[in-house]
């Protein structure tokens, strides 16, 4: 055990001057100045990507909703056409939460959001509005396979007024 307290590796000791020594030429063709024009140039083009990116990111908050979507109409269409709890109350959630995402797509995608008007949040919004409209869709689809949806006029029977009668009869009396 003693033999190896006697070992030391120090590192830092011969960095500097190994790096100092090894200096590597620049490679035939280089030009500085030109490294320097690309360094400008890479600010104004680091402006437009990171816009760019932005961009990107609004659409794929918008198209990052397809996912749950598709497993909510998977979900809805695996619970059957049958009148049960789950499958009612998977319809139902397949159709609020279409609703709700809608209403709230304002909050997801807000114009305060772009800075001095530059990023478009219109055209990412109507997507993400258009996937859930689908979602939607399907829910209702899913309704009206169910039964629930009133779509035959039988359904309204129950709204409908009693008809005037425009003949009466009676019975005759006959005498004994």
Known sequence: MADFRSWRVDFDANESA??????????????????????????????????????????????????????????????????????????????????????????MFPPESSEDGQLDTLRPRLLYIAIHIAALGFGLWKLAGMGLLPTNASDFVSAMSVPRALEWSAGSVRGL
């Open 18 to 107: 190994l790096v100092r020594q090894k200096r590597v030429a620049d490679p035939p063709g280089h030009d500085l100045a030109a490294a320097r024009d690309m360094v400008a140039q890479s600010t104004v083009s680091t402006r437009s990507s990171l816009w760019k990116m932005k961009q990107q990111a609004l659409y794929s908050r918008a198209t990052g909703q397809v996912k749950n979507v598709g497993l909510m109409c998977f979900m809805m269409w695996m619970s059957g056409a049958q009148i049960h709890l789950f499958s009612i109350m998977m319809t139902v959630s397949g159709i609020y939460q279409p609703l709700s995402s809608i209403f709230k797509s304002g909050e």
